[in-house]
């Protein structure tokens, strides 16, 4: 089992910054890739930043790349995405989640694709 667990969310101005912090506990060797995804006001979930564990690839939506940087601290167990620049319609819910290796190939913007799921962290910006 993995457990996750995010911190991190807030209030913040429109183009201020935060950072969330993914802590993930468990069978953490068993891991391959981590997500990031959110979920807005009256919006389906959709998928923001992924990286795979061992080697820390990266992926983003285009509606982030560039203001968004996903990455990980292997020996603190820890995901971390850093937002800047952020604007009203990041306001969301943001979960991690995180997957062990895939049968198939790394479909990291589905969400079926992950089998651990944190919380959730509440982030609202304000314009």
């Known amino acids: 089992q993995v457990q996750l667990v995010e911190s991190g969310g807030g209030l913040v101005q429109a183009g201020g910054s935060l950072r969330l912090a993914c802590a993930v506990s468990?069978?953490?060797?068993?891991?391959?890739?981590m997500g990031w995804f959110r979920q807005g006001p009256g919006k389906d979930r959709e998928f923001v930043a992924a990286?795979?564990?061992?080697?820390?690839?990266?992926y983003y939506a285009d509606s982030v790349k560039g203001r968004f940087t996903i990455s990980r601290d292997n020996a603190k167990n820890t995901v971390y995405l850093q937002m800047n620049s952020l604007k009203p319609e990041d306001t969301a819910v943001y979960s991690c989640?995180?997957?062990?290796?895939?049968?198939?190939?790394?479909?990291?913007?589905?969400?079926?694709?992950?089998?651990?799921w944190g919380q959730g962290t509440q982030v609202t910006v304000s314009s």
């Open positions: 990286i795979t564990w061992s080697r820390g690839s990266t």
């Open positions: 989640a995180a997957t062990t290796p895939p049968s198939g190939g790394y479909y990291y913007r589905m969400p079926g694709t992950y089998g651990y």
């Open positions: 468990g069978r953490t060797a068993s891991l391959w890739g």
